[in-house]
T-cell receptor
Framework: EAGVVQSPRYKIIEKKQPVAFWCNPISGHNTLYWYRQNLGQGPELLIRYENEEAVDDSQLPKDRFSAERLKGVDSTLKIQPAELGDSAVYLC????????????FGPGTRLTVL | QKEVEQNSGPLSVPEGAIASLNCTYSDRVSQSFFWYRQYSGKSPELIMSIYSNGDKEDGRFTAQLNKASQYVSLLIRDSQPSDSATYLCAVNGDHGNNRLAFGKGNQVVVIP
């Protein structure tokens, strides 16, 4: 079974530029999560989708971050404009849902904002 | 108080010994508990999940949960150099919100 797929793996941009990350969850997983992980810290949830619906986006900085999950499968997370403090690893995870809570992570995208 | 605390510094253990990691959490309604292993430069990998009080064993790993004390631990028996990694404790509170709170992680170094 294929795992969670993310692209790109690395991204270097200058501040104020836009950036987008893409995620394809494990087949059949209804719940999709975007996390941000800073160095030396655990992942922090940005947004959770149940199918197409964003059910928990309370920690998403909505002034510059946006996300979508069209058709309830792939998802895109966008930052516009990026700031220096956005440098981090952006992780996508998925879980089966329907009472199954184990989350499986993709390889992540390491973002560097210069 | 942080939701999930892993306070120990880096843990060095000789090969073949037992590594013991501890985690406390603040939300009494927490229902699901997970341990993730994260190698340097890699993403977290789920290694254990535990939902009820007591011990759960999977190979060389044992998770222990005590909800009354709000405490979950991970034991790694017969530690191998390949176990050298950061171990993240994660706690899922109310299953209605299904939000995992992670600790900062504990680094384990297994010395050959």
């Amino acid at each position: 079974e294929a795992g969670v797929v993310q692209s790109p793996r690395y991204k270097i941009i200058e501040k104020k530029q836009p950036v987008a990350f893409w995620c394809n969850p494990i087949s059949g997983h209804n719940t999709l999560y975007w996390y941000r992980q800073n160095l030396g810290q655990g992942p922090e949830l940005l947004i959770r989708y149940e199918n197409e619906e964003a059910v928990d986006d309370s920690q998403l900085p909505k002034d510059r971050f946006s996300a979508e999950r069209l058709k309830g499968v792939d998802s895109t997370l966008k930052i516009q404009p990026a700031e220096l403090g956005d440098s981090a690893v952006y992780l996508c995870a998925s879980s089966l849902g329907q009472g199954v809570y184990e989350q499986f992570f993709g390889p992540g995208t390491r973002l560097t904002v210069l | 108080q942080k939701e999930v605390e892993q306070n120990s510094g880096p843990l060095s253990v000789p090969e073949g010994a037992i590594a013991s990691l501890n985690c406390t959490y603040s939300d009494r309604v927490s229902q699901s508990f997970f341990w993730y292993r994260q190698y340097s430069g890699k993403s977290p990998e789920l290694i254990m999940s535990i939902y009820s009080n007591g011990d759960k064993e999977d190979g060389r790993f044992t998770a222990q949960l005590n909800k009354a004390s709000q405490y979950v631990s991970l034991l790694i028996r017969d530690s191998q150099p390949s176990d050298s990694a950061t171990y993240l404790c994660a706690v899922n509170g109310d299953h209605g919100n299904n939000r995992l709170a992670f600790g900062k992680g504990n680094q384990v170094v297994v010395i050959p």
